[in-house]
């Protein structure tokens, strides 16, 4: 079993919709990273968490380490938020520090 | 954007060649890691590093060796490429606590 789930895997919605998009862990960590693919293939950080909520622009990332779970929402969604989105943790092994991903969440914005 | 680069981009090879990867920063960041890109896996680690000639497997490391013997440069070498290897690989470096940075992606082809 995967350390890093997330659902759905694909998601289509039309513009203007909110969008959510889940990550759950089964291990300890001290941070999750929400990652950004665009079919061009380049991979962007959005966010990185380790308690609470973060807002930037239309994107919020929430996390409740409790329950080891995640979200991602995007609100008014757009076509050009069309991309893969990767929840990553962060595993702290006595200093060696390891990220693992999870499958990703492919995401279509029709107009 | 955080100055990584790879090398090559792209290369076709045959089975049993050695192929050697090269990932480049100009950060000074401590961390370092190889990821592959597989349709249904998402990216799973490789190896990484966490300092000059330091090092240590991830998940998927059988077929691979690593080496870093300067803070810049981690390398990925495929002793015998075999047809299981072709995927795209991505390197990726962060600081201590900070977010991770990617480079662009190298597609390995193997024939």
């Known amino acids: 079993k995967n350390e890093v789930e997330q659902s759905p895997q694909n998601l289509t919605a039309q513009e203007g919709e909110f969008i959510t998009i889940n990550c759950s862990y089964s291990?300890?960590?001290?941070?999750l990273h929400w990652l950004q693919q665009h079919p061009g293939g380049g991979i962007v950080s959005l966010f990185m968490?380790?308690?609470g909520k973060k807002k930037h622009g239309r994107l919020i990332a929430t996390i409740n380490i409790q329950e080891k779970h995640s979200s991602l929402h995007i609100t008014a969604s757009h076509p050009r938020d069309s991309a893969v989105y990767i929840c990553?943790?962060?595993?702290?092994?006595?200093?060696?520090?390891?990220?693992?991903f999870g499958t990703g969440t492919r995401l279509t914005i029709i107009p | 954007d955080a100055g990584i680069t790879q090398s090559p981009r792209h290369k076709v090879t045959e089975t049993g060649t050695p192929v050697t990867l090269r990932c480049h920063q100009t950060?000074?960041?401590?961390?370092m890691y190889w990821y592959r890109q597989d349709p249904g896996h998402g990216l799973r680690l490789i190896h990484y590093?966490?300092?000059?000639?330091?090092?240590d497997k991830g998940e998927v490391s059988d077929g691979y060796s690593v080496s870093r013997s300067k803070t810049e440069d981690f390398l990925l070498t495929l002793e015998s490429a075999t047809s299981s290897q072709t995927s795209v690989y991505f390197c990726?470096?962060?600081?201590?606590?900070?977010?991770?940075?990617f480079g662009p992606g190298t597609r390995l082809t193997v024939l």
């Open positions: 968490l380790s308690s």
């Open positions: 990726a470096t962060r600081k201590r606590g900070g977010v991770p940075f």
């Open positions: 990553a943790v962060h595993i702290s092994n006595f200093g060696n520090e390891k990220l693992t």
């Open positions: 291990v300890g960590i001290s941070a």
């Open positions: 590093s966490y300092g000059v000639k330091d090092t």
């Open positions: 950060e000074n960041h401590r961390y």
